[in-house]
């Protein structure tokens, strides 16, 4: 499988932070947090397949995402790492620790989940998947960021929608209707945190549209050594949403991690 696209801050360092993004996002989503983290680790942020400068793939799976990270990784000549994934990115996280468990210092779920769909999430990514079909790329983006954000936040972040918006309008619309297939028929790894014995972080926003809070602490509990941030007021963003207090999470996660 291809190596992703990638950039990274500090080679030299020994300890690494390797980000990964959500769906209709790309590696450009964690500059601002690679900027701040890269005096104290080598960071690696990655294109995940169908997204900024990675390949298109029209039948890619999760678990081929899983194994295009670990890939570009071993590429880089890097062995251990903290992998922090942000919603999709979650999802590529929990497969990657169930296939390279060995490869993680420590795990990061950034408004993600362990579980699978609920019938009711694959419907609504089947309607997505339609809807794309029908009306194309930028018709279903004009709607998708502004949901990203709580409600009362959507008016303050206007031009960080703007943004995210212009970084993927001219994607095209089979490399989110793939992803999309792929998120929704991707299998329940609750079971793999049982399993885990590197520190897992969840970082969780009472007002996530995308990821219901109690789904979100449902899973908390399963991993043996879990960190959890419950962000006020913060949708399913708060890189942006509340930068500082999530990066000054990641760095605390990170250091917890390499020094556990």
């Known amino acids: ?3 992703l696209a990638y950039f990274q801050y500090n080679e030299q360092a020994k300890q690494s932070i390797t980000f990964l993004h959500g769906f209709c996002e790309n590696k450009n989503l964690w500059k601002r947090f690679a900027d701040q983290l890269q005096g104290q680790y080598r ?5 995940l397949p169908n997204f900024g400068e990675s390949f298109l793939d029209s039948e890619i799976s999760i678990e081929e995402m899983a194994n295009c990270v670990r890939n570009t990784l071993k590429g880089l000549n890097i062995h251990e790492t903290v992998l922090v994934g942000h919603s999709l990115g979650g999802y590529v996280g ?8 060995f490869m993680l210092k420590g795990l990061g779920m950034f408004h993600s989940t362990a579980f699978a769909d609920s019938e009711a999430k694959q419907e ?5 998947i339609e809807h794309l079909k029908a009306h194309g790329t930028k018709d279903f983006l004009k709607d ?3 949901n990203l954000y709580a409600p009362k936040n959507q008016n303050l972040y206007q031009n960080a929608i703007l943004e995210q918006f212009d970084e993927v309008r001219n994607i095209k619309p089979e490399a989110l209707i793939a992803t999309l297939e792929a998120m929704k028929n991707r299998p ?4 793999v945190l049982a399993t885990l014995e590197m520190p897992v972080l969840y970082v969780i926003g009472k007002q996530d549209a995308n990821i219901p809070l109690e789904q979100s602490l449902e899973q908390c509990h399963l991993a043996a050594r879990s960190l959890v941030q419950i962000l006020e007021n913060i949708g399913h963003i708060g890189m942006i949403e509340a930068e500082k207090e999530t990066l000054r999470m990641v760095n605390y996660f990170a250091h917890y991690c390499f020094q556990s």
Do not use: C, N, T
């Open 144 to 146: 998708f960021f502004p």
């Open 124 to 128: 609504g990514r089947q309607k997505a």
């Open 188 to 191: 329940d790894r609750s079971g």
């Open 94 to 101: 929990m497969a990657f620790a169930e296939q390279y468990p």
């Open 1 to 3: 499988m291809s190596q």
């Open 43 to 47: 960071v690696i942020a990655l294109d």
